[in-house]
């Protein structure tokens, strides 16, 4: 075996050599995106063994190309009489799980990035000294939730806490989560950071696309869990599922700006700790909600 074979057989990546209008030779790594026996493929006519239009304009003309393969990614290059193909399928599922990790980060970003620019524009105004105390307050400490959001902190365990608690740094990011109606008796053990991400997108969807009144609210449906929930009046919803799936979006949000994929966020942060994000039709209106664990306190009337 000449050496350039030994390495060919033993490559990674796909190599199918030509005479002419037929197969020469092809190693093991092309036979297997070709979905072809090397042996029997030999001496046969390129149109039988590459079975794919792309790739016999490739063999005749030359280029390159990126196509699928019997449900795998390949890159393909033709140089003189040699094709090689190189399986990207994984590559190209890291780039979309990069690429849907930069928009999920994105999206976290929007609302607060938002409300620190709202802050820096009444310090621009000359505020009073104490309001301008405050708004610098609010400032660092939504730029520390926001540094502990990127460096993957937050998510662990707590002590029990009401969710009551996040209201006033709600409202100060959501001017229109100060119309809320609050009833959250059931103390958690979640984390702040997450539960208020959950909450965040969860009232910005009520406010955006339910109608008032939206209230938060906790009950429990089971032993040791909290289901805490954002509830509007507004119509209920034909399919709940597809709406955490991500860019899913429901027939009232056309024409209203938004990335289909606060619901999904939701349902991952929840996850994290544990717990599950649901939405469900109520009599009158819809309720979207996550599981909680539990801390000790009120039991559900």
């Given at each position: ?26 190693n ?20 039988f ?8 304009e ?5 280029g390159?190309?990126?196509?699928t393969?019997?449900?795998r ?14 399986d ?5 599922r890291?780039?979309?799980a990069?690429e ?21 524009e ?5 505020p009073a ?12 400490e939504?730029a520390?939730r ?9 998510q662990?365990?707590?002590?029990p ?25 059931h103390?958690?053990?979640?984390g702040r ?7 965040l ?6 406010l ?7 209230e938060?609210?906790?009950?429990a ?17 034909a ?5 955490f ?5 429901g027939?009232h949000?056309?024409?209203v ?9 939701v ?12 939405g ?9 909600g ?12």
């Amino acid at each position: 075996m000449n050496p350039w074979r030994a390495a060919w057989e033993a490559s990674e990546e796909g190599v199918v050599l030509f005479d002419g209008e037929q197969v020469r030779y092809l190693n093991p790594a092309a036979a297997r995106l070709l979905d072809t026996d090397p042996e029997r493929a030999a001496g046969r006519p390129a149109a039988f063994v590459l079975r794919h239009h792309r790739l016999l304009e490739l063999q005749r003309g030359g280029g390159t190309a990126s196509l699928t393969l019997h449900g795998r990614r390949v890159a393909a290059r033709a140089l003189g009489e040699a094709l090689f193909l190189r399986d990207e399928t994984e590559a190209a599922r890291t780039r979309e799980a990069l690429e849907q990790e930069r928009r999920y980060l994105a999206h976290e970003f929007r609302t607060p990035v938002a409300g620190l620019l709202a802050l820096l524009e009444v310090l621009e105004s000359g505020p009073a000294p104490e309001e301008g105390k405050r708004a610098l307050a609010l400032m660092r400490e939504e730029a520390e939730r926001l540094l502990r959001l990127v460096e993957g902190q937050g998510q662990a365990r707590t002590p029990p806490w009401r969710l009551d608690e996040l209201r006033p740094r709600l409202e100060r990011l959501l001017p229109g989560a100060r119309t809320l109606r609050w009833s959250t008796p059931h103390p958690v053990t979640a984390g702040r950071d997450p539960v208020f991400q959950v909450l965040l997108n969860l009232v910005e969807n009520a406010l955006r696309y339910g109608k008032p009144p939206v209230e938060v609210r906790t009950r429990a449906p089971a032993a040791g869990v909290v289901a805490v929930e954002v509830v509007d009046t507004g119509e209920p919803l034909a399919d709940y599922e597809r709406l955490f799936v991500p860019g899913g979006r429901g027939v009232h949000a056309a024409g209203v700006r938004g990335s289909g994929l606060g619901l999904a966020l939701v349902r991952r942060i929840a996850r994290g700790w544990g717990g599950e994000a649901y939405g469900r039709r109520l009599e009158e209106g819809n309720a979207f909600g996550v599981t909680v664990p539990e801390g000790e306190g009120e039991e559900d009337a």
